[in-house]
């Protein structure tokens, strides 16, 4: 189905609440097709809860999710998975599985009675275990992996899918520097390589405002700035978001917004009494 304006994933007006608590209110936003666009803000902001509503895990209140200028809601299980795929948080594998047969299973939207396993799916499998790096954990059980190994075969699940966009809730959690920056280097290459739309949620803001092509701010569960962190990332901008006193210099690599935090009179305080 062919795209308007850039923007095959889209939400409008969403009001989105747990139980009787409102999250976010009266939200619209679009995401830019083939990008990487990151989602960051304070805790219990709303992010997490916007990427569940944008990939049919959270039903909105009010308001609608247009998927492909569809609403989300008329397609299949089967048909949303085909087209988008999410990386929630906190993932759990059924006991005895191996990595191999758990990053199968993403391929699980593309079987059908008269289609079952084939050498697509056996190709799809072994390249989501390849840029994930976890082609030599194939053959060991899901259980015995450290917590950053099993965060890597869970985005390979979601890479075994090929689907054209991406939603990955906080995909760096319990990885290292240097796994971070790897599943980081990955997102960037699928977006601007493959033409991949992803959506990210982070916390870090320095490593945000290196990857992002665009940037969504939150604070409340609304939006307070949106576009390319050159354009929208100030000190004053952090402030508001974070409640923290900054200074934002261009990154010695990249040239993009890097934050400083403030080395405050408080700060100074505690230094001299620790030294004491």
Known sequence: MGEVGGVRLRGESLTLSYDDRTVVQDLTVDIPDSGFTVIVGPNACGKSTLLKALARILKPSSGAVHLDHTLIQRYSTKEVARRLGLLPQTSIAPGGITVSGLVARGRYPHQSLLRQWSPRDEAAVGTALELTRTAELADRFVDELSGGQRQRVWLAVVLAQETPILLLDEPTTYLDIAHQIEVLDLCAMLHQDRGHTLVAVLHDLNQACRYASTLIVMREGRIIAQG?????????????????????????????????????????????????
């Not at 990332?233 to 040239?255: H, I, M, N, Q, Y």
């Not at 400083?260 to 009494?273: D, F, G, H, M, N």
């Open 228 to 276: 390319a962190p050159s354009a929208i990332v100030t000190a004053e901008l952090v402030e508001e978001a974070f409640g923290v006193a900054c200074r934002v210099v261009p990154d010695p690599e990249s040239g993009t917004p890097m934050i400083v935090p403030r080395w405050t009179s408080r700060r100074l305080v505690l230094a001299a009494e620790v030294a004491l």
